[in-house]
């Protein structure tokens, strides 16, 4: 019977973890850096779809990918049995990155303890779908005992009572000490999804902030991110209409991990970010 204990608890009893995400190893940077940190003192067991990606490796860790071949529901099916499967063997400790239908790899498993993880609500331009989805997450939650969110402002979207949740926010690892020194000029950096973000209103914003600026405060607009349906394109082409090439920069980098972590730190550097703290 899964019992609610402290994460610490759970932690000094897990030897043998096991992670479902929905999305391919290495693309995710949560669940990567859980893993890379994990692994060093237990195995880790990572079940996750096979988008194409380059395949990455972790010490310590198991990689089980899942194809996406076929119709949406045989993909659906197959990802399932792949992760009941899975939940079948000797696991002490399961972790879910939230997907449709996770309870029944709990109800149908042997793993003792579960960790029911939300890290993002629904995206979508349709009100119904994000409230229906909404409540299909809350419906599942039921069936667990240790929840952790992203965000208290999330758990308060989405409907969970605080009380039973615990706030599990985004780490960081140091990527620059470098001093910076702030001019007139400001810099912008936005780093993240560019679905349904509305990227676009932000350089329409620009735009007319940059037309009505006597002193040229803005320097540079740089997009770090990526999107599946073609939001990159739409986003250069409206760059172009708007006549901010010179001034935005769109790089499609998605995450940071270890095989390019130099290659944004030198970005980084050569960038003097506005901080409001200053």
């Known amino acids: 019977k899964e019992t609610k204990m402290d994460k610490k608890e759970i932690l000094s009893l897990a030897r043998e973890v096991m992670y479902i995400e929905s999305e391919q190893f290495g ?3 949560d669940t990567f850096e859980y893993t890379r940190h994990l692994s060093r003192s237990r195995h880790v067991t990572y079940v996750c779809w096979d988008y194409g990606h380059e395949r990455r490796t972790c010490d310590g860790a198991t990689i089980v990918y899942v194809s996406r071949t076929g119709s949406k529901p045989v993909r659906y099916l197959r990802f399932l049995i792949a992760c009941i499967r899975e939940a ?3 696991y002490s400790l399961g972790f879910f990155q939230y997907f449709p239908g996770c309870s029944l790899v709990k109800l149908t498993g042997r793993v003792p303890h579960w960790i029911f993880d939300i890290r993002s609500g629904r995206l979508s331009d ?5 409230r229906i989805y909404n409540l ?3 419906t599942e939650a039921l069936l667990f005992r240790n929840i952790s969110v992203i965000s208290a402002s999330l758990a308060e979207l989405m409907g969970f009572d605080r009380k039973r ?3 599990l926010p985004l780490g960081a690892d140091p990527l620059s000490a470098q001093q910076k020194t702030f001019g007139k000029g400001f810099r912008l950096l936005y780093v993240g999804t560019l679905h349904l973000r509305k990227i676009d209103l932000t350089l ?3 735009a007319r902030f940059i037309e009505n600026d006597a002193e040229h405060r803005i320097e540079r607009y740089t997009v770090i ?3 599946h349906h073609g939001e990159k394109d739409d986003l250069n082409r409206l760059i172009e209409e708007l006549d901010l090439v010179n001034v935005v920069d769109i790089d499609v980098q998605k995450i940071i991990i270890d095989s390019n972590r130099v290659d944004i730190v030198e970005h980084t550097n050569n960038i003097d970010f506005y901080d409001p703290s200053n």
């Open 27 to 29: 693309t995710h940077v």
């Open 88 to 90: 079948r063997r000797p």
């Open 126 to 130: 349709s009100a119904f779908k994000t």
């Open 136 to 138: 299909m997450v809350r």
């Open 165 to 167: 949740v615990h706030i």
């Open 204 to 206: 329409r914003g620009l």
């Open 225 to 227: 991110g990526s999107g």
